[in-house]
């Protein structure tokens, strides 16, 4: 499986900005998909998730109210919807797969693959 992330740029405080995954290599539908994030001197930490069919989304606590997660079947891809951004948002954002047929993990070792990152920096 190979994640492509995209995305990402300079933004102004406030703004928004929408990420995207594209998934190959196996069946799309057979993978849920999480989104994480690694700013400068911290750890990678968990933004969201969405399900194998998209029936379950979940967020971390940055995220909730901010960012939406959605999936499009057709274009084997997962998308990270972020707004309102601030600038502690700024941080290499990942997306990673997990074949699993329930729900979605949180936590970054169970993803089994995972695609190089993409830059976003929030101005403020």
């Known amino acids: 499986v190979q994640l492509q992330a995209s995305g990402g740029g300079l933004v102004q405080a406030g703004g928004s900005l929408r990420l995207s995954c594209v998934v190959s290599?196996?069946?799309?539908?057979?993978?849920?998909v999480g989104w994480f994030r690694q700013a400068p001197g911290k750890e990678r930490e968990f933004v969201g998730g969405?399900?194998?069919?998209?029936?379950?989304?979940l967020y971390g606590d940055s995220a909730k109210g901010r960012f939406a997660i959605s999936r499009d079947t057709a274009k084997n891809t997962v998308y990270l919807q972020m707004n309102s951004l601030k600038f502690e948002d700024t941080a290499v954002y990942f997306c990673?797969?997990?074949?699993?047929?329930?729900?979605?993990?949180?936590?970054?070792?169970?993803?089994?693959?995972w695609g190089r990152g993409t830059l976003v920096t929030v101005s403020s």
């Open positions: 290599g196996r069946t799309f539908s057979d993978y849920a």
């Open positions: 969405i399900s194998r069919w998209g029936g379950t989304t």
């Open positions: 990673a797969a997990e074949r699993r047929d329930f729900g979605l993990e949180t936590r970054e070792h169970r993803y089994d693959y």
